[in-house]
């Protein structure tokens, strides 16, 4: 009985795993886990509308579009705080944030990052820093 043959038999004990020669497979249950992303609307009507959005974005699993025009219209210091707001929890979570159209934003948790035209692949995987020459 080779190696694979006693890792498989012990893997065959009903777990649902099948042992092939070069590979394992596994059977994923991901029935019950919260392995799924949603993308959800938003409308930020009032900078006290930002609580929701944010606990979405702070779940991890959400990629929120943010509709900004009745804010805009009304209020553009709101609009301003609640902006800083979003950038300084997608910072701290590790997501990203852009606008797009005149009345649109994007958030995303930490595995998406938004694609910006005119960026290089390798500057899109690079978070961004300041490099300071000693002389």
Request: no cysteine; charged share 40%.
């Given at each position: 009985m080779g190696f694979l043959d006693k890792v498989g038999s012990m893997f065959q004990r009903g777990t649902g795993v099948e042992i092939e020669d070069d590979y394992v497979e596994l059977e994923a249950d991901i029935k019950g886990s919260r392995a799924k992303i949603s993308i959800?609307?938003?409308t930020l009507e009032s900078f006290e509308g930002i609580k929701p959005i944010l606990d979405a974005i702070r779940e991890g699993y959400t990629i929120?579009?943010?509709n900004i025009a009745p804010i805009k219209e009304k209020d553009s210091t709101a609009l301003k705080r609640a902006?800083?707001?979003?950038k300084k929890t997608l910072e701290a979570n590790?997501?990203?944030i852009a606008g797009f159209g005149d009345s649109w934003l994007i958030a995303t948790p930490s595995f998406a990052k938004v694609y910006r035209e005119g960026r290089s692949k390798d500057e899109e995987e690079q978070p961004q820093s300041t490099i300071i020459n000693e002389e």
């Open positions: 959800r609307p938003f929120a579009l943010i902006i800083d707001k979003l590790e997501g990203d």
